[in-house]
Antibody, heavy 120, light 107 residues
Framework: EEQLVESGGGLVKPGGSLRLSCAGSGFTFSNAWMSWVRQAPGKGLEWVGRIKSKYVGGATDYTAPVKGRFAISRDDSKNTVYLQMNSLKSEDTAVYYC???????????WGQGTLVTVSS | EIVLTQSPATLSLSPGERATLSCRASQSISNYLAWYQQKPGQAPRLLIYDASNRATGIPARFSGSGSGTDFTLTISSLEPEDFAVYYCQQRSGWPLTFGGGTKVEIK
């Protein structure tokens, strides 16, 4: 069974940094394109960014509000994808979900999410 | 950026009734649209992809239709477990975007 487990969320001050991790199991991780989607409290969903598999170059894409501040990377030897978040703002407060890409742009399988709170 | 507008914001129905949810795109997205269901405290779940294909394990009472800019998710007869928030999402262009959601609540 395909499973994703996020970790690393917590409380951080504005301007601070945090790194989220997502460990995958039950599928061939190295083939998978992986994404991060976030959901602010009581709000809708926002696609944060994605990383393609190394077999197609491992390119990354980001949504405009996080470009230059967030970075997605992967370690296929550990079946893990990371979201490095820098220069955090209060508007980055959200539950962050790790997801496997399905059909080049849909969220096929979702982790349980990890809460990031940016507050002084 | 492609904007998806969902309507209505809230749909109040009784179990057994038919639910019809709408999603409109700001430009043509062919059939590159998905629908998700989210229950309180849970991650979203993929229901429909490429406008009309049910994901693995999704009951036949869920169906999707549409192409271009106008799309519909239909739940033919609501079961108690179907009361939730539903989101549409496009993969036609980056950034991938979601609609604002439709809450299906018990009347």
């Amino acid at each position: 069974e395909e499973q994703l487990v996020e970790s690393g969320g917590g409380l951080v001050k504005p301007g601070g940094s945090l790194r989220l991790s997502c460990a995958g199991s039950g599928f061939t991780f190295s083939n998978a394109w992986m994404s991060w989607v976030r959901q602010a409290p009581g709000k809708g969903l926002e696609w944060v960014g994605r990383i393609k598999s190394k077999y197609v170059g491992g390119a990354t894409d980001y949504t405009a509000p996080v470009k230059g501040r967030f970075a997605i990377s992967r370690d296929d030897s550990k079946n893990t994808v990371y979201l490095q978040m820098n220069s955090l703002k209060s508007e980055d407060t959200a539950v962050y979900y790790c997801i496997t890409d399905f059909r080049d742009g849909y969220g096929g399988n979702w982790g349980q999410g990890t809460l990031v709170t940016v507050s002084s | 950026e492609i904007v998806l507008t969902q309507s209505p914001a809230t749909l109040s129905l009784s179990p057994g009734e038919r639910a019809t949810l709408s999603c409109r795109a700001s430009q043509s997205i062919s059939n590159y649209l998905a629908w998700y269901q989210q229950k309180p405290g849970q991650a979203p779940r993929l229901l429909i992809y490429d406008a009309s294909n049910r994901a693995t394990g999704i009951p036949a009472r869920f169906s999707g239709s549409g192409s271009g800019t106008d799309f519909t998710l239909t739940i033919s007869s609501l079961e108690p477990e179907d009361f939730a928030v539903y989101y549409c999402q496009q993969r036609s262009g980056w950034p991938l975007t979601f609609g604002g959601g439709t809450k299906v609540e018990i009347k």
